[in-house]
């Protein structure tokens, strides 16, 4: 794990006193709203609803003991008992008073946390796998080049004032768990035919009222030019991008409107002329950031732990949580933890105080003190001895979060909505919770297998609806709460966009449909298809016959 | 006439603005030091650098500060111009003029020039600031000396984190 030396903890306290003075002069009347707006929101501070809220940048999803321990006592202290991890893998607080914030500031810099560009028009935290450096999947670990992109583009000088906001995702896995093409840009690790290391960059994804797929512009981008292509990207969209309408500021609308091709050539045109000495980082600063991501402590264990078999076979609820929650290490005798945020009664994501400081102790006591945050909104643990899973399930049962539901139809994506957010034109998380609820039969829901239900309260899209196996989008009709269902979108490897599923339904109707839609799913799949699967082979109307079959 | 920070390695001073700025249709007033837009450096850029004055360009955001590549040399400053402080075309700019084109000239912002940028700005190269909100040279100093350390390389030649002897 990466850790912050003196310079970092110098910079974030010269970062924190900054906020200090800057709000002071809000208070005191020396700033307006207008000019202070983009300052609180590089600090993470959005004007909600009902409070400010704080969104807290963890990056590439990385967090340790302390730092959990920390977000726990904000939690406590400054908001009502809870923080939200969003699709972006970072936190929110949704309770805070402008006048705290420097403090909590001050307090999640004691353990090098900070909500730096967390929001405004600038480069946001680098969505990462959430299992990097655990899973033998990977070609290189994405940490290493997430924290060089985390350095570079913290308070970059030049693209602070981009046309809109900028997300950069890394994968190295075939299968993957960064949502990486639909960012503006995604950055895949490849190895090359030498056995060099490099990275195919898509660029243009993104959701929102319009979505877009990231298309290709380079098939393999030396590893080490990282940072001079990433230069080259920002700068032709820093010149180029629109800045005449916010819904069209987007790298995305500029890839679609000049065409991939030519954005890749005015990027490549601008990356020759680019001094790559004073642009790349330099193999020392590699070396010693990879150096940081060296995983000490894990033993030396048999393949198979006995006592852990013969406890998983006895104990049922074991069994399935093991079944749906946990997966293969890169190490022998070590297992990968998905810890479900998706309790059938609870909000997508959320987490309490008691909740956070118990994932702060089991993860201290069995996963060598390391968590993550995925962009599904759940957690992982991911360096458990398979010795002590038995262990670690009762400790996450006892706190209630060990639900056995990662990928399955009750690990529902969805954004704040209409009870928090004042962007929002609908609910989301009743909406949610009423989906989970149809489905609390753990046998059944296992029988349907994945199934990626994603819910956006409005179009701004922050339940990521575009790509959910089904999408939910909230949207207002005269005064009332609808629901537009899409199909068929993936924001996986598989990447696509879902197509709308037929007229908008009332909250009470969005349940049943989901459940009629599984329905024609199990009658018609065949082998081991995947919802999405079976909807690619048959299309549309078998789907869309079931749900608006009262309708004729 | 306007105030105008200088901002060195020394720190900010106030300074008298000694150019004025010629808007494209008018006559260019006898003996001043003056500010022309590109177009017009381009159409009587000869009579204007031969007048005996010195004379700077203002770039506006949409405008290509590599057109004024060759007239470079011969320019007293380069004004780069924000409209409103949240376009940030002009920090490209900047960064071309001081690593590409090699600008050793003066760089000024114009326009909504806030203090809360300051510190983007000086970090670009820009050298010269016309406040629009009534900055004094030491409130802009603080603003744009803020942070210790950097963590990326940038016109303004700070030594980057990755850099410093203390890196651990």
Redesign the interface.
Known sequence: MYRY????K??LS??S??FRH?VSRRLAGE?SED?FK??RLMNGLYLQLHAYMLRVCIPYGTLNVAQVRRLAWIARTYDKGYGHFTTRQNIQFHWIKLRDAPDILDALAEVDLHAIQTSG?CIRNTTSDPRAGATAEEIDDPRVWSEAIR??S??????????RKFKIAVTASAKDRTAARVHDIGLALRRGRDGTLGFEVMVGGGMGRTPFIGQTIKEFLPATRLLSYLEAVL?VY??AGR?DNIYKARIKILVSSLGAEEFGRQVQEEWA?I?AA??D??D??LA?IRAAFIQPGLEVLPAVSDSYEAARAANRALGRFVRNNVSAHKTPGYAIVDVSLKAHDATPGDANFDQLEAIADLAERFSLGDIRVTHEQNLVLPHVKQSDLPALFEGLAAVGLATPNINLVSDIIACPGLDYCALANARAIPVAQSIAQRFVDADRAELVGELKIKISGCINACGHHHVGHIGILGVDKKGEEYYQLTLGGSGAEDASIGKILGPGLNADQVAPAVDRLVEVYLAERQGEERFLDTYRRIGMTPFKEAVYVDAH | MSTLIKYTANGATEIENAFVFVVDDEAVPQGADIIVSLSRIKADGEALLASGVRVGVQIEPAEAVEDLAELLPRLALVAVAFPKFRDGRAYTSATLLRQRLGFNGEVRAVGDVLREQAYVMTRCGIDAFVPADGSSAAEWSRAAGHFRHVYQAAADGRTPAFSEPGRR
């Not at chain 1, 030396?5 to 970092?8: E, L, T």
């Open positions: 030396d003196a310079i970092d110098e910079f010269d970062r006193n900054e800057q700033l000019q983009p300052l028009n350095q570079w913290t308070l970059h000088p030049e693209f602070s004032y981009l046309p700068r820093n010149r800045r002329q001094d004073r642009a980082l330099p020392t600063e010693r």
